[in-house]
Protein backbone atom coordinates (compact mmCIF):
# COMPACT_ATOMS: atom_id res chain seq x y z
CA UNK A 1 0.00 0.00 0.00
CA UNK A 2 1.47 3.39 -0.76
CA UNK A 3 2.50 5.06 2.39
CA UNK A 4 2.87 9.31 2.54
CA UNK A 5 4.49 10.65 5.93
CA UNK A 6 2.15 14.17 6.58
CA UNK A 7 5.39 15.72 9.24
CA UNK A 8 8.89 15.57 7.41
CA UNK A 9 12.10 16.53 9.27
CA UNK A 10 11.83 20.55 8.66
CA UNK A 11 13.66 22.40 11.03
CA UNK A 12 17.16 23.62 10.12
CA UNK A 13 18.71 23.96 13.18
CA UNK A 14 22.53 23.53 14.41
CA UNK A 15 22.76 20.11 14.57
CA UNK A 16 21.53 20.05 10.82
CA UNK A 17 23.76 22.93 9.87
CA UNK A 18 26.77 20.57 11.53
CA UNK A 19 25.90 17.50 9.33
CA UNK A 20 25.30 19.43 6.05
CA UNK A 21 27.35 22.77 5.91
CA UNK A 22 30.31 20.65 3.88
CA UNK A 23 27.60 18.98 1.85
CA UNK A 24 26.39 22.47 0.80
CA UNK A 25 29.29 23.83 0.08
CA UNK A 26 30.05 21.23 -2.50
CA UNK A 27 26.68 22.20 -3.87
CA UNK A 28 26.52 26.01 -3.57
CA UNK A 29 26.99 26.75 -7.39
CA UNK A 30 24.09 24.50 -8.27
CA UNK A 31 22.14 24.67 -5.16
CA UNK A 32 20.16 28.53 -4.06
CA UNK A 33 21.46 29.05 -0.90
CA UNK A 34 17.65 29.78 0.43
CA UNK A 35 16.59 26.69 -0.66
CA UNK A 36 19.17 25.08 1.21
CA UNK A 37 17.13 25.51 4.52
CA UNK A 38 14.52 22.75 3.06
CA UNK A 39 16.85 19.98 1.61
CA UNK A 40 19.13 20.35 4.77
CA UNK A 41 16.81 18.91 7.36
CA UNK A 42 15.86 15.84 4.83
CA UNK A 43 19.09 15.29 4.02
CA UNK A 44 20.78 14.59 7.36
CA UNK A 45 18.04 12.56 8.81
CA UNK A 46 18.33 10.18 5.31
CA UNK A 47 22.10 10.21 6.25
CA UNK A 48 21.50 8.96 9.63
CA UNK A 49 18.65 6.41 9.44
CA UNK A 50 20.45 5.37 6.25
CA UNK A 51 23.57 4.10 8.50
CA UNK A 52 21.31 3.14 11.32
CA UNK A 53 19.70 0.82 9.00
CA UNK A 54 22.65 -0.54 6.77
CA UNK A 55 20.46 0.83 3.73
CA UNK A 56 22.71 1.74 0.65
CA UNK A 57 21.20 4.37 -1.78
CA UNK A 58 21.94 4.20 -5.33
CA UNK A 59 21.37 7.21 -7.72
CA UNK A 60 21.43 7.62 -11.43
CA UNK A 61 23.47 10.37 -13.12
CA UNK A 62 20.20 12.06 -13.30
CA UNK A 63 18.86 12.83 -10.06
CA UNK A 64 18.37 16.01 -9.23
CA UNK A 65 21.72 17.85 -6.82
CA UNK A 66 20.57 17.31 -3.59
CA UNK A 67 20.05 13.46 -4.43
CA UNK A 68 22.56 12.72 -6.07
CA UNK A 69 25.64 14.94 -4.39
CA UNK A 70 23.84 14.88 -0.52
CA UNK A 71 22.64 11.31 -0.20
CA UNK A 72 23.89 9.19 -2.29
CA UNK A 73 26.62 6.40 -1.96
CA UNK A 74 27.17 5.65 -5.23
CA UNK A 75 26.19 7.76 -8.16
CA UNK A 76 26.83 6.44 -11.93
CA UNK A 77 25.28 4.89 -15.11
CA UNK A 78 23.37 2.17 -15.66
CA UNK A 79 26.02 -0.27 -16.18
CA UNK A 80 27.88 1.11 -12.89
CA UNK A 81 24.54 0.56 -10.94
CA UNK A 82 23.90 -2.35 -11.71
CA UNK A 83 27.46 -3.83 -10.55
CA UNK A 84 27.36 -1.53 -7.58
CA UNK A 85 23.95 -3.62 -6.59
CA UNK A 86 26.30 -6.33 -6.46
CA UNK A 87 29.36 -5.13 -4.65
CA UNK A 88 27.65 -2.77 -2.07
CA UNK A 89 27.88 -3.90 1.46
CA UNK A 90 24.26 -3.00 2.42
CA UNK A 91 20.95 -5.50 3.40
CA UNK A 92 18.43 -2.65 1.40
CA UNK A 93 19.20 -0.95 -1.72
CA UNK A 94 17.21 2.39 -2.32
CA UNK A 95 17.07 3.18 -6.12
CA UNK A 96 16.81 6.19 -7.04
CA UNK A 97 16.42 5.74 -10.54
CA UNK A 98 13.49 4.15 -12.41
CA UNK A 99 11.70 1.07 -12.22
CA UNK A 100 14.27 -1.12 -14.68
CA UNK A 101 16.70 -0.28 -13.01
CA UNK A 102 15.68 -1.51 -9.38
CA UNK A 103 14.56 -4.88 -11.19
CA UNK A 104 18.05 -5.43 -12.65
CA UNK A 105 19.69 -4.85 -9.24
CA UNK A 106 16.90 -7.02 -8.10
CA UNK A 107 18.11 -9.44 -10.36
CA UNK A 108 21.95 -9.39 -9.83
CA UNK A 109 20.92 -9.09 -6.08
CA UNK A 110 18.26 -11.28 -5.26
CA UNK A 111 18.81 -11.48 -1.53
CA UNK A 112 19.00 -8.18 -1.23
CA UNK A 113 16.07 -5.59 -0.28
CA UNK A 114 15.28 -3.32 -3.19
CA UNK A 115 12.81 -0.18 -2.96
CA UNK A 116 11.96 2.49 -5.31
CA UNK A 117 11.02 5.45 -3.52
CA UNK A 118 7.92 5.78 -6.52
CA UNK A 119 7.18 2.51 -8.03
CA UNK A 120 5.50 5.12 -11.27
CA UNK A 121 9.28 5.64 -12.26
CA UNK A 122 9.27 3.93 -15.76
CA UNK A 123 10.73 4.45 -18.51
CA UNK A 124 9.42 4.96 -22.33
CA UNK A 125 12.08 2.91 -23.94
CA UNK A 126 11.00 -0.16 -21.00
CA UNK A 127 7.13 0.27 -22.37
CA UNK A 128 7.90 0.34 -26.08
CA UNK A 129 8.38 -3.68 -26.20
CA UNK A 130 6.50 -6.61 -24.81
CA UNK A 131 7.96 -10.37 -24.52
CA UNK A 132 4.97 -11.32 -27.16
CA UNK A 133 6.69 -9.09 -29.70
CA UNK A 134 10.10 -10.54 -28.50
CA UNK A 135 8.65 -13.68 -29.57
CA UNK A 136 7.41 -12.79 -32.74
CA UNK A 137 10.81 -11.42 -33.72
CA UNK A 138 12.56 -14.56 -32.88
CA UNK A 139 10.11 -16.65 -35.30
CA UNK A 140 10.93 -14.06 -38.25
CA UNK A 141 14.53 -14.23 -37.56
CA UNK A 142 15.46 -17.82 -36.05
CA UNK A 143 18.86 -18.37 -34.51
CA UNK A 144 19.75 -13.98 -34.27
CA UNK A 145 20.92 -13.77 -30.91
CA UNK A 146 18.69 -11.01 -29.19
CA UNK A 147 20.63 -8.52 -27.75
CA UNK A 148 18.41 -6.14 -25.26
CA UNK A 149 18.92 -2.95 -23.76
CA UNK A 150 18.56 -2.52 -19.91
CA UNK A 151 16.12 -0.46 -20.32
CA UNK A 152 13.62 -3.13 -20.43
CA UNK A 153 11.66 -5.04 -18.15
CA UNK A 154 12.57 -8.36 -16.28
CA UNK A 155 9.62 -10.76 -19.04
CA UNK A 156 11.78 -8.86 -21.45
CA UNK A 157 14.89 -9.53 -20.92
CA UNK A 158 13.87 -13.25 -19.97
CA UNK A 159 13.39 -13.70 -23.93
CA UNK A 160 17.08 -12.29 -24.63
CA UNK A 161 20.32 -13.66 -24.99
CA UNK A 162 22.24 -10.97 -23.16
CA UNK A 163 21.75 -7.66 -21.85
CA UNK A 164 23.91 -4.25 -22.77
CA UNK A 165 23.85 -0.69 -21.72
CA UNK A 166 25.31 2.13 -23.58
CA UNK A 167 28.29 1.94 -21.78
CA UNK A 168 28.79 -1.31 -23.35
CA UNK A 169 26.52 -1.92 -26.18
CA UNK A 170 29.13 -1.44 -28.96
CA UNK A 171 31.73 -4.02 -27.24
CA UNK A 172 29.06 -6.75 -26.44
CA UNK A 173 28.16 -6.51 -29.68
CA UNK A 174 31.23 -7.23 -31.36
CA UNK A 175 31.85 -9.67 -28.59
CA UNK A 176 29.51 -12.06 -30.03
CA UNK A 177 31.06 -12.74 -33.38
CA UNK A 178 27.71 -13.21 -35.61
CA UNK A 179 26.89 -11.59 -38.53
CA UNK A 180 23.27 -10.30 -37.53
CA UNK A 181 21.61 -9.45 -34.44
CA UNK A 182 18.38 -7.90 -33.22
CA UNK A 183 18.35 -5.09 -31.08
CA UNK A 184 15.67 -4.30 -28.66
CA UNK A 185 14.31 -1.76 -28.48
CA UNK A 186 15.91 1.51 -28.79
CA UNK A 187 16.16 2.27 -32.77
CA UNK A 188 18.10 5.32 -32.20
CA UNK A 189 20.88 3.34 -30.25
CA UNK A 190 20.50 0.50 -32.56
CA UNK A 191 21.59 2.62 -35.75
CA UNK A 192 24.11 4.65 -33.43
CA UNK A 193 25.80 1.48 -33.01
CA UNK A 194 25.08 -0.07 -36.12
CA UNK A 195 27.24 3.02 -37.54
CA UNK A 196 30.49 1.54 -35.30
CA UNK A 197 30.14 -2.14 -36.49
CA UNK A 198 30.04 -4.76 -39.68
CA UNK A 199 27.52 -6.42 -37.46
CA UNK A 200 23.98 -6.29 -39.32
CA UNK A 201 21.26 -4.74 -36.66
CA UNK A 202 18.00 -5.56 -36.78
CA UNK A 203 16.02 -2.86 -35.04
CA UNK A 204 13.35 -2.66 -33.23
CA UNK A 205 10.84 1.04 -32.84
CA UNK A 206 11.00 1.99 -29.50
CA UNK A 207 12.61 5.87 -27.91
CA UNK A 208 13.51 7.51 -25.48
CA UNK A 209 10.82 10.55 -24.80
CA UNK A 210 13.54 12.85 -23.41
CA UNK A 211 16.18 12.06 -26.03
CA UNK A 212 14.08 12.22 -29.38
CA UNK A 213 13.49 15.71 -28.65
CA UNK A 214 16.74 16.78 -29.71
CA UNK A 215 17.75 17.77 -33.28
CA UNK A 216 20.51 17.97 -35.07
CA UNK A 217 19.26 22.24 -36.12
CA UNK A 218 18.67 23.04 -32.67
CA UNK A 219 22.62 21.25 -31.51
CA UNK A 220 23.53 23.52 -35.01
CA UNK A 221 21.85 26.79 -33.95
CA UNK A 222 23.74 26.67 -30.53
CA UNK A 223 27.48 25.72 -32.32
CA UNK A 224 26.73 28.95 -34.08
CA UNK A 225 26.08 31.16 -30.60
CA UNK A 226 28.65 29.88 -28.98
CA UNK A 227 31.77 29.50 -30.58
CA UNK A 228 34.63 26.91 -29.25
CA UNK A 229 31.41 24.86 -28.37
CA UNK A 230 31.91 21.34 -27.33
CA UNK A 231 28.80 19.05 -28.02
CA UNK A 232 28.46 15.66 -26.28
CA UNK A 233 25.48 13.64 -26.36
CA UNK A 234 23.92 10.26 -25.27
CA UNK A 235 22.96 7.55 -27.53
CA UNK A 236 19.45 7.50 -27.45
CA UNK A 237 19.90 10.81 -29.33
CA UNK A 238 18.85 10.34 -33.40
CA UNK A 239 21.88 9.34 -35.52
CA UNK A 240 21.35 12.55 -37.02
CA UNK A 241 21.56 14.18 -33.87
CA UNK A 242 24.75 12.50 -32.96
CA UNK A 243 26.49 13.01 -36.40
CA UNK A 244 26.38 16.93 -35.32
CA UNK A 245 27.68 16.22 -31.92
CA UNK A 246 31.43 15.95 -30.91
CA UNK A 247 31.35 12.79 -28.72
CA UNK A 248 28.94 10.29 -27.73
CA UNK A 249 28.36 7.95 -24.92
CA UNK A 250 26.65 6.63 -21.61
CA UNK A 251 26.13 9.13 -19.26
CA UNK A 252 29.27 7.85 -17.36
CA UNK A 253 31.22 8.67 -21.04
CA UNK A 254 29.79 12.06 -21.10
CA UNK A 255 30.91 12.68 -17.36
CA UNK A 256 34.00 11.39 -17.67
CA UNK A 257 34.66 13.39 -20.91
CA UNK A 258 34.13 16.65 -19.57
CA UNK A 259 36.98 15.19 -16.51
CA UNK A 260 39.49 15.08 -18.45
CA UNK A 261 38.96 16.91 -21.58
CA UNK A 262 37.99 19.87 -19.85
CA UNK A 263 36.53 22.05 -22.68
CA UNK A 264 35.51 25.73 -22.17
CA UNK A 265 31.98 24.98 -23.21
CA UNK A 266 30.21 22.27 -23.07
CA UNK A 267 26.72 21.40 -24.02
CA UNK A 268 25.59 17.84 -22.75
CA UNK A 269 22.63 16.73 -24.95
CA UNK A 270 20.81 14.64 -22.34
CA UNK A 271 18.56 15.10 -19.41
CA UNK A 272 18.91 18.05 -17.38
CA UNK A 273 20.53 17.00 -14.28
CA UNK A 274 23.32 15.98 -15.88
CA UNK A 275 25.13 19.28 -16.43
CA UNK A 276 24.36 20.18 -13.02
CA UNK A 277 25.94 17.17 -11.03
CA UNK A 278 28.90 17.30 -13.63
CA UNK A 279 29.31 21.01 -12.84
CA UNK A 280 29.97 20.68 -9.25
CA UNK A 281 33.50 18.95 -10.45
CA UNK A 282 33.94 21.07 -13.05
CA UNK A 283 34.03 24.40 -11.86
CA UNK A 284 36.28 25.72 -14.50
CA UNK A 285 34.00 24.15 -17.77
CA UNK A 286 31.00 26.70 -18.75
CA UNK A 287 28.10 24.55 -19.47
CA UNK A 288 25.41 25.25 -22.03
CA UNK A 289 22.16 23.72 -20.60
CA UNK A 290 19.36 23.18 -23.35
CA UNK A 291 18.40 19.67 -22.47
CA UNK A 292 14.87 17.93 -22.00
CA UNK A 293 13.56 16.56 -18.39
CA UNK A 294 12.76 13.24 -17.75
CA UNK A 295 9.66 13.21 -15.63
CA UNK A 296 10.30 9.44 -14.58
CA UNK A 297 13.62 9.98 -13.16
CA UNK A 298 11.99 13.27 -11.51
CA UNK A 299 9.65 11.28 -9.40
CA UNK A 300 12.11 10.50 -7.13
CA UNK A 301 12.62 13.07 -4.49
CA UNK A 302 13.91 13.87 -0.89
CA UNK A 303 10.72 13.23 0.72
CA UNK A 304 10.22 9.80 -1.20
CA UNK A 305 13.67 8.66 -0.09
CA UNK A 306 12.52 9.51 3.38
CA UNK A 307 9.32 7.80 2.81
CA UNK A 308 11.37 4.45 1.37
CA UNK A 309 13.42 4.18 4.47
CA UNK A 310 10.51 5.17 6.88
CA UNK A 311 7.89 2.61 5.77
CA UNK A 312 10.40 0.06 3.91
CA UNK A 313 8.60 1.42 0.51
CA UNK A 314 8.17 0.12 -2.20
CA UNK A 315 9.74 -3.28 -2.58
CA UNK A 316 10.77 -3.97 -5.95
CA UNK A 317 10.62 -8.27 -7.05
CA UNK A 318 10.75 -10.21 -10.06
CA UNK A 319 8.16 -12.63 -11.16
CA UNK A 320 9.88 -16.29 -10.52
CA UNK A 321 8.51 -17.08 -13.60
CA UNK A 322 11.18 -15.07 -15.92
CA UNK A 323 13.76 -14.49 -12.73
CA UNK A 324 16.43 -16.93 -13.60
CA UNK A 325 16.38 -16.60 -17.71
CA UNK A 326 16.35 -12.34 -17.12
CA UNK A 327 18.88 -12.90 -14.80
CA UNK A 328 21.06 -14.70 -16.97
CA UNK A 329 21.44 -12.34 -19.53
CA UNK A 330 22.74 -9.35 -17.12
CA UNK A 331 24.57 -11.78 -15.79
CA UNK A 332 26.11 -12.51 -19.40
CA UNK A 333 26.59 -8.87 -19.90
CA UNK A 334 28.01 -8.04 -16.47
CA UNK A 335 30.57 -11.44 -17.48
CA UNK A 336 31.36 -10.03 -20.69
CA UNK A 337 32.03 -6.56 -19.33
CA UNK A 338 34.81 -8.07 -16.85
CA UNK A 339 36.67 -10.17 -19.44
P1 LIG B 1 23.02 5.40 -18.99
O1 LIG B 1 23.21 3.93 -18.83
O2 LIG B 1 23.92 6.01 -20.01
O3 LIG B 1 23.10 6.09 -17.67
O4 LIG B 1 21.56 5.66 -19.58
C1 LIG B 1 20.41 5.35 -18.90
C2 LIG B 1 19.28 6.13 -19.38
O5 LIG B 1 18.15 5.84 -19.06
C3 LIG B 1 19.56 7.23 -20.28
O6 LIG B 1 18.40 7.81 -20.69
FE1 LIG C 1 13.94 6.11 -20.04
FE2 LIG C 1 14.69 8.19 -21.49
FE3 LIG C 1 14.02 8.57 -18.95
FE4 LIG C 1 16.32 7.30 -19.60
S1 LIG C 1 15.79 9.42 -19.99
S2 LIG C 1 14.81 6.67 -18.05
S3 LIG C 1 15.68 6.21 -21.43
S4 LIG C 1 12.66 7.85 -20.59
Given amino acids: ?47 KLKKERNIAILAHNYQTPEIFHCVADVVGDSLKLAYASKEVDAETIILAGVHFMAESAKLISPEKKILIPDMRAGCSLAESITAADIRLLKQKYPGVPVVTYVNTSAEVKSETDVCVTSGNALHIVESLNVPRIIFLPDEYLAKNIAKQTNVEVIYWHGKCEVHERFTPEEILSYKEQHEGLVVIAHPECSPEVVDVCDFTGSTANMSDYVKEKQPQKVLMVTECSMSDNVSVANKNVEFIRPCNLCGHMKRVTLKKIYDSIIYNQ ?26
Fill in 1 to 47: MLQSNTSYPSEYNSEVRNSTDALYANVANIIPEVEWPFHAPLIHEIN
Fill in 314 to 339: HEVTVDPQYADKARLSIERMLEIGRN
